[in-house]
């Protein structure tokens, strides 16, 4: 069995097919079929199981995947103690940030991180989406969702708490929604996925109520959400973050506030890969943002995907 072909399994199965593989390692795709054929015949197994899609490892190769990571994390780490020697700490972290949260109150802990270790690359994605979150060239990920996906590592990052809210002067003019049910036919602003019907879920004590939505005004850009509030357009439902200096100052009024809302989850997470191996930068950053996120707790051990 060649160390090269058992590394060559591993970016295939990370890559999920052959031709995504060659690209990453800058191979033509024959010559990676080849080292997963010789890989095969040595072992005497099928390793992967091919579909039109994807390739899949059998329980032999997902063996093998495991001691090829395991030894891929060990090549780099020593790289990196090689590379490092006598210098400040360096390398490299993706992050992709929601792009409300990542905007409205990270961006000034990634500033004050930077601040810290200018020798660290910070390359930070504004983004949203839930599929493929952690991509070769993310470390890590942030989200709001109700249960972190089961492969990744999930660490807590606090609750979310939402808001009914709206401007004074929109107030004063068509007051605001007194009941759940008076959301059905209020100017909503609040954020929206393509394709799928907004329920907003409530919670009082025991007692869960649903309603669905039919905003006005629909982003996923919450500085503009937060305009269009400032300007009297409607009733919006946003994360307190968003207006929380506004409502401080009175600017904004906030509604139904004996209850506990949520739209897309009311758990924050930090999400990463369980066996990609993680820099120093990486490691650092890690700890930085969950303890900006979580300064009055102690930080929760991460929470590891089911075997």
């Known amino acids: ?39 095969e015949k040595s072992v005497g197994v099928q390793l992967v199981r091919r579909t039109t899609r994807r390739v899949e490892p059998t329980e032999v190769g997902l063996r093998l995947y495991q001691h090829g990571r395991a030894i891929q994390n060990e090549m780099l780490a020593a790289r990196e103690t090689i590379a490092t020697l006598g210098q400040g700490l360096q390398g490299r972290v993706g992050l992709s940030v929601p792009s409300g949260y990542g905007q409205m109150v990270m961006s000034d802990w990634l500033i004050d991180f930077k601040r810290l270790y200018p ?117 919006g439902l946003v994360p307190d973050y968003v207006v929380q200096d506004a409502v401080a100052s009175g600017e904004v009024l906030t509604t139904l506030d004996e209850w506990r809302l949520s739209i897309f989850g009311t758990q924050m997470f930090m999400l990463y890969m369980p066996d990609r191996h993680q820099t120093r930068a990486v490691r650092t950053c890690i700890e930085y943002l969950l303890g900006r996120a979580l300064p009055a707790t102690e930080t929760p051990a991460p929470s590891l995907p089911a075997p």
């Open 1 to 39: 069995m060649e160390l090269t072909s058992l590394t060559v399994l591993v970016d295939i199965l990370d890559a999920g097919n052959l031709s995504q593989a060659a690209r990453n390692l800058k191979m033509s795709r024959a010559n990676v079929s080849y080292h997963l054929n010789q890989l």
């Open 119 to 235: 020798g660290i690359v910070l390359d930070v994605r504004f983004e949203n989406r839930v599929d493929d979150l952690i991509r070769d060239e993310v470390d890590i990920a942030i989200r709001v969702m109700p249960e972190p996906p089961p492969t990744l590592v999930a660490r807590d990052m606090g609750v979310v708490h939402y808001v009914a809210c709206a401007s004074r002067g929109y107030a004063q003019q068509h007051g605001l929604p007194t009941g759940l049910e008076a959301l059905r036919t209020a100017p909503l602003i609040t954020a929206g996925v393509v394709g799928r019907q907004l329920r907003l879920r409530a919670y009082q004590g025991e007692r869960r109520e649903e309603v669905t939505l039919e905003p006005t005004l629909i982003s996923e850009h919450f500085p503009f959400l937060r305009q269009g509030i400032l300007a009297g357009l409607g009733v």
